[in-house]
């Protein structure tokens, strides 16, 4: 039960953490898959993907096909809406983790 609620709540960071990375630079779903895992979170492509296509429908991601030594990769960057929601999103985990953190 306790990690069923953990997992929820680190979804969303998950979700910030990947626009951050759009915003950097256009990056494919095992690249951060890999990513994540070097900031501790498991995820698998099964979690993921369908994050990344939530986000791309929701208009903050876009998708552009590679092709990458004979494979099609999809790559994935920011859009405009995706920008500004980064920018709300940063501005209110700041003032939440400013009230949560320990003194």
Known sequence: MQEQIIRKLFLGFIHIHILHHAKKEPFYGAWMIEELRNHGYEISAGTLYPVLHNLEKN???????????GKIRKYYSITEVGDEVLKEARIKAYELFKEIKED
């Open 59 to 69: 208009g903050v991601l876009k998708v552009e096909d590679r092709n990458v030594e």
